[in-house]
């Protein structure tokens, strides 16, 4: 029998020109949109995973935005910092191998993994192999500057076109795979660098 491998899924809204934040993190020219019904398959995708992967600085804006975490959906952080005494349950900080974190969940049984972001550690997955999918919203406005939805590193990765969604108010969105000869290549590249292991958030 065929056991279906979680996929670390990037599932994401940038700017026309290519930002997910302006340079202060601000995305009020994201939040300030009235979202079209059915939000843009965001509840469909909800469905479909139970585990989110964000970097600490994501984190810590998620948490400004009254964003609310629990048990039923682990969230993982990644850090090279302690966490803080007041993580909710649910959030468990990680300082580990990318690589060596990735294979460990995926190997979990449950559904797919979203990688919320931001584009620090999106750039430090894509760079190990261990990005899937790219679900892109591109939102009909240029910001002019601002934090790019991948790090900007000497890269180049070719990508495969699942689908692609046209909504009324002039969102497009993109729904790209990373061919597994891509990720392959990718994880002979970049040998991972050892860091210390998985830090839970003091109880």
């Excluded at 940038?14 to 930002?19: F, Q, R, V």
């Excluded at 979202?35 to 804006?61: A, H, V």
């Amino acid at each position: 029998m065929t056991v279906n491998k979680r996929k670390i899924i990037v599932h994401i809204a940038t700017s026309a020109d290519g930002y997910i934040a302006r340079p202060d993190d601000d995305i009020e020219w994201l939040t300030k949109r009235p979202p079209p019904k059915g939000f843009y398959g965001i509840s469909r995708f909800m469905r479909s995973i139970d585990t989110k992967l964000l970097g600490r600085k994501s984190y810590e804006i998620s948490v400004q935005m009254g964003a609310g975490f629990d048990t039923n959906t682990p969230t993982y952080v990644f850090s090279r910092q302690p966490p803080p005494p007041s993580a909710p349950a649910g959030v468990d900080f990680i300082n580990e191998p990318i690589r060596a974190f990735a294979k460990r969940l995926r190997q979990m049984k449950g559904k797919d993994i979203w990688m919320m972001g931001g584009g620090g550690i999106i750039a430090s997955f894509l760079d190990e192999g261990e990005i899937d999918d790219f679900i892109v919203s591109v939102i009909p406005i240029f910001i002019g500057e601002g934090i790019p939805l991948i790090a900007q590193r000497h890269r180049e990765v070719p990508l495969r076109l699942h689908s692609l969604t046209q909504f009324p108010d002039g969102v497009v969105q993109f729904h790209y795979q990373v061919p597994e000869e891509a990720r392959i290549f990718a994880r002979a590249a970049s040998p991972s660098v050892p860091r210390r292991r998985h830090q839970r958030r003091p109880r």
